[in-house]
């Protein structure tokens, strides 16, 4: 079965940050791109940030361009988000997912919540000072 388990949130005050993870197995990690996505209270879950299969491409919602930076260690099947200046409106459980279509999974053109899945126990951020 594929387990995704994000990892590394916390609470932060405004300006800090944080490294999130995400360790995958029961599935060739190398093989797929991988997406973060975050949920606040009562509004939708969004992408912030997708890495390609291999690292060589990503993409970033607008939200977070220039404070969130992701990568990946294939050989530790761990994918990371650096979240820098952090801000309240941050605050949110973080999830990390794969794409739901087969044909599609080694890269990032899709980045909607409903284009990725397999969904493992989130990570709380709260950002509050």
């Known amino acids: 079965d594929v387990q995704l388990q994000a990892s590394g949130g916390g609470l932060v005050q405004p300006g800090g940050s944080l490294r999130l993870s995400c360790a995958g197995s029961?599935?060739?990690?190398?093989?797929?791109?991988i997406g973060w996505f975050r949920q606040a209270p009562g509004k939708e879950r969004e992408g912030v940030s997708c890495i390609s299969y291999g690292g060589g491409s990503t993409y970033y919602a607008d939200s977070v361009k220039g404070r969130f930076t992701i990568s990946r260690d294939n050989a530790k099947n761990t994918v990371y988000l650096q979240i820098d200046s952090l801000k309240p409106e941050d605050t949110a459980v973080y999830y990390c997912?794969?794409?739901?279509?087969?044909?599609?999974?080694?890269?990032?053109?899709?980045?909607?919540?409903?284009?990725?899945?397999?969904w493992g126990q989130g990570t709380l951020v709260t950002v509050s000072s």
């Open positions: 029961g599935f060739t990690f190398d093989d797929y791109a």
């Open positions: 997912g794969i794409p739901v279509s087969e044909r599609l999974r080694k890269g990032c053109w899709r980045v909607g919540r409903r284009d990725f899945g397999s």
